[in-house]
T-cell receptor, first 117, second 112 residues
Framework: DAGVIQSPRHEVTEMGQEVTLRCKPI?????LFWYRQTMMRGLELLIY????????DSGMPEDRFSAKMPNASFSTLKIQPSEPRDSAVYFC???????????????FGEGSRLTVL | GENVEQHPSTLSVQEGDSAVIKCTYS??????FPWYKQELGKGPQLIID?????GEKKDQRIAVTLNKTAKHFSLHITETQPEDSAVYFC???????????FGAGTRLTVKP
């Protein structure tokens, strides 16, 4: 398996522009997570999906952020309009839940580094 | 909610020496404690994890210890090698990936 695939790896954009980050989880995984990593705040969970359904988006910082998972093999994280403080590395991760309460390994993609000028 | 504190933030050791990274957590209901390694330009990767029913787990040069009473757990790397240089994150959860909280990370440098 190729692992979790994210695109683009790097994105530089100007304030006010729309940004779309993409993720392909590992086949067969039923959970998908979007994380944001910054020096100041570390790894923050933004939103997660179970079987393509958004379960908890309480980590999404503002209404400018939205995420979708139209099918089991694709998810997007959109920022519109983007601001300089959105600059960070965004990670997608997927996992397979063996049983309730039995957390397992999170498989992370290589991340999308976003710079908003 | 859970709060995970990690120390030190940076650690430099000589090749062959041991490295120890410590984490404390606040939620007594947490029962799953993974450690992730993040190499430059990559995503974090699980290297070892421990559940609350054991106090220690070892995998070759890596070991993790857990003290539930004191609510702290540690990562031990013995016979360090330059390829161990990376950022290491601890995490804690109640057993669900969605409530996992990560520490701030420790940048480990192993000098040849």
């Amino acid at each position: 398996d190729a692992g979790v695939i994210q695109s683009p790896r790097h994105e530089v954009t100007e304030m006010g522009q729309e940004v779309t980050l993409r993720c392909k989880p590992i086949s067969g995984h039923d959970y998908l997570f979007w994380y944001r990593q910054t020096m100041m705040r570390g790894l923050e969970l933004l939103i997660y999906f179970n079987n393509n359904v958004p379960i908890d988006d309480s980590g999404m910082p503002e209404d400018r952020f939205s995420a979708k998972m139209p099918n089991a093999s694709f998810s997007t994280l959109k920022i519109q309009p983007s601001e300089p403080r959105d600059s960070a590395v965004y990670f997608c991760a997927s996992s397979f839940y063996g049983a309730p309460g039995r957390a397992g390994e999170l498989f992370f993609g290589e991340g999308s580094r976003l710079t908003v000028l | 909610g859970e709060n995970v504190e990690q120390h030190p933030s940076t650690l430099s050791v000589q090749e062959g020496d041991s490295a120890v990274i410590k984490c404390t957590y606040s939620d007594s209901a947490s029962n799953y404690f993974p450690w992730y390694k993040q190499e430059l330009g990559k995503g974090p990767q699980l290297i070892i994890d421990i559940r609350s029913n054991v106090g220690e787990k070892k995998d070759q040069r890596i070991a993790v210890t857990l003290n539930k009473t004191a609510k702290h757990f540690s990562l031990h790397i013995t016979e360090t090698q330059p390829e161990d240089s990376a950022v290491y994150f601890c995490a804690a959860s109640r057993g669900n990936n969605n409530d996992m909280r990560f520490g701030a990370g420790t940048r480990l440098t192993v000098k040849p």
